[in-house]
């Protein structure tokens, strides 16, 4: 064959390949999304398909061939048995929401893609963009599976009215835990004098609340070990010991709280955006004024609070990883949909551009226009919050510690001998 003809040959094999490379391009390809009605918070929400149906109007206009579609009418409550069916079945979603609780099952099945790689390669994703605590949550045993969607922290509840009716002032954003005690200690009384305390310091602040706010923890990253016996877990424990024996015994109930009777209760952000403006206010809380603050730490700057996040992952079996990957992006990273995600739902964007901005602030500020907390200060929240850890055994492990530490706090039994005997239990439980 001389050399013209073969020539001609490569020529038109190129253009073949050309050819073939468009007709690929141009192929019709579909994305499946996995996501539930409602909130993730257990709040009202009527908007819940909004943020999806934009970030997918958003990303066809640059991949017009690529389809896009969800199942709608999947509940929260009926969501994780619903994606543990499809993936038994083969049939996941390539992009699927992940609630916090489901995280570390599905890491370690295998049924989410391993991002560490998609990560990498990609120029224009940088992690640092998130919060630390966001990004974290969706690591498993040192490698990336998830992508922050929406972040929740915790703030404090506080009972203006029944501070105001002890001439107590709004605690500051910088108080500690030395101030919760103090104010819980003076407002916890018989207000009635018919010789049983009817009015209580707070409601549902529990022993982790106080783990994190003394700058402690619970498991070393890899849930090999426990801390239990660490001297400032002992401290936190020792702080809600003696908090609860202001009570007296009673155990403070929601009903208490309900009703005005307590002056301070941890809530996630997602509670107080929904409960504070009106029409859900009159509903929630209308015979008494509240607003929140910041969660004490152990010296107004040392110590940290819980954040809850959801996140979104990619199938481990996804025959499309490059657009699921771009379409996670789209949801997670982009700073239009975020935005977007402030105003139709009710938590915290993950993103500190997007939390930082004055469109984040000026949205929950028209939400709760009458509210005196500086929320220019979301952003010192997020940046003090940690996450769960993330390990197989965690929610297993939490339980045991959760219930020995329930019978325990009421008890009078010694704190170094009880915390130690924990920890080998749980020890030896996690190394099973």
């Not at 991002?115 to 990498?120: G, H, P, Q, R």
């Not at 707070?202 to 402690?216: E, K, N, R, T």
């Not at 020995?404 to 704190?415: A, C, G, K, R, Y």
Request: contains cysteine; charged residues 25%; glycine residues 6%.
């Amino acid at each position: 064959m001389n050399k013209k003809i073969i020539g001609i040959v490569i020529g038109l094999g190129a253009v073949l390949a050309v050819i073939l490379g468009v007709s690929y391009s141009r192929r019709p390809v579909t994305i499946t999304v996995g996501v539930f009605a409602g909130s993730n918070w257990d709040v009202p929400n009527g908007n819940s398909y909004q943020v999806i149906d934009d970030a997918i109007a958003q990303f066809k206009k640059e991949h017009p061939n690529v389809k896009i579609v969800y199942d709608s009418g999947v509940q929260k409550e009926d969501y994780s048995l619903w994606l543990s069916e499809k993936i038994v079945a083969g049939k996941e979603p390539d992009v699927f929401l992940v609630p916090s609780e489901d995280f570390n099952t599905l890491s370690s099945l295998g049924a989410m893609k391993n991002l560490d790689s998609l990560m990498a390669r990609d120029q224009d994703f940088d992690k640092k963009e998130y919060y630390k605590s966001a990004i974290q949550s969706g690591v498993f045993q040192k490698s990336q599976y998830a992508l922050p969607y929406e972040s929740n922290p915790t703030l404090m509840f506080v009972n203006k009215t029944l501070l105001e009716k002890e001439g107590i002032p709004l605690p500051s954003n910088d108080w500690t835990l030395d101030d919760f005690y103090k104010i819980s200690k003076a407002v916890t009384k018989d207000s009635n004098q018919d010789g049983v305390i009817d009015q209580y310091g707070y409601y549902d602040y529990d022993w982790l609340d106080s783990v994190f706010a003394h700058g402690s923890k619970v498991f070393d990253e890899e849930g090999y070990n426990s801390y239990l016996s660490q001297d400032s877990f002992k401290q936190a424990i020792n702080f809600v010991r003696k908090l609860q024996k202001l009570n007296q015994g009673y155990p403070v109930n929601a009903d208490d709280f309900d009703r005005g009777d307590i002056a301070f209760s941890p809530m996630p952000l997602a509670q107080y955006r929904t409960y504070k403006p009106y029409p859900w206010r009159v509903k929630k809380y209308s015979n008494f004024e509240w607003d929140c603050v910041k969660m004490p730490t152990l010296s107004g700057s040392e110590g940290n609070s819980q954040t809850s996040t959801l996140l979104m992952g990619m199938s481990a079996n996804t025959k499309n990883t490059r657009l699921a990957w771009e379409f996670l992006k789209t949801l997670c990273y982009d700073q239009k949909v975020q935005q977007n995600l402030i105003e139709y739902s009710q938590g915290l964007s993950p993103l500190k551009k997007v939390t930082r901005s004055d469109q984040t602030i000026s949205l929950i500020n028209e939400d709760t226009k009458d509210s005196m907390v500086d929320l220019h200060l979301l952003n010192e929240v997020m940046e003090g919050t940690v996450n769960h850890s993330q390990f197989k055994k965690y929610q297993s492990a939490l339980k045991i510690i959760d219930t020995s530490l329930q019978q325990f706090i009421n008890s009078n039994e010694d704190v170094d001998i009880s915390l130690l005997t924990l920890q080998r239990e749980v020890d030896q439980y996690l190394k099973e």
